[in-house]
C-alpha cells in the first residue's frame, strides 16, 4: 500500500510559481512511476505531468510545456512539480498519483492506469 500526501498548493497571481511536494510512504517509491493530475472546477481530470522511477523520462501536457517541471528524489520518496508562469487557466485541485512501474518505459498518461492517489491541493490563479 501506497500512501501520498500533497502539500504546498496556494494562491498565486499570474504569472507567479509554486511548487508542490507529494510525499510517499512505503517501499516501492522507488519502482514506481509518478505523476500529477489536476481537476477544475466543472471540467473532467486530466494529465499534467509524469516522471519515470529513475526521473530520467519524463511527459507533460501540451498546456504545460514549458512552465511546469516534475522531478523526484526516491531518497526522500518525494516528487515535486514545480510550476512558472502559472495561469488563470491552471487554478485547480492538483493530484499526486502513482503506478507500479514494470520498467522505466513505464510511463502511463490515463488516470485509471494510476492505482494511487493522494487528497489533492488547491492551486488558484487570480488575474
Known amino acids: 500500500q501506497v500512501q501520498l500526501v500533497e502539500s504546498g498548493g496556494g494562491l498565486v497571481q499570474a504569472g507567479g510559481s509554486l511548487r508542490l511536494s507529494c510525499e510517499a510512504s512505503?517501499?516501492?517509491?522507488?519502482?514506481?512511476?509518478m505523476g500529477w493530475f489536476r481537476q477544475a472546477p466543472g471540467k473532467e481530470r486530466e494529465f499534467v505531468v509524469v516522471?519515470?522511477?529513475?526521473?530520467?523520462?519524463?511527459l507533460h501536457a501540451d498546456s504545460v510545456k514549458g512552465r511546469f517541471t516534475i522531478s523526484r528524489d526516491n531518497a526522500k520518496n518525494t516528487v515535486y512539480l514545480q510550476m512558472n508562469s502559472l495561469k488563470p487557466e491552471d487554478t485547480a485541485v492538483y493530484y499526486c498519483?502513482?503506478?507500479?512501474?514494470?520498467?522505466?518505459?513505464?510511463?502511463?498518461?490515463?488516470?485509471?492506469?494510476?492505482?494511487?492517489w493522494g487528497q489533492g491541493t488547491q492551486v488558484t490563479v487570480s488575474s
Open positions: 498519483v502513482a503506478a507500479q512501474a514494470s520498467s522505466a518505459f513505464d510511463i502511463p498518461l490515463h488516470s485509471y492506469e494510476y492505482d494511487y
Open positions: 512505503g517501499r516501492t517509491f522507488s519502482s514506481s512511476t
Open positions: 516522471v519515470n522511477w529513475s526521473g530520467r523520462a519524463t
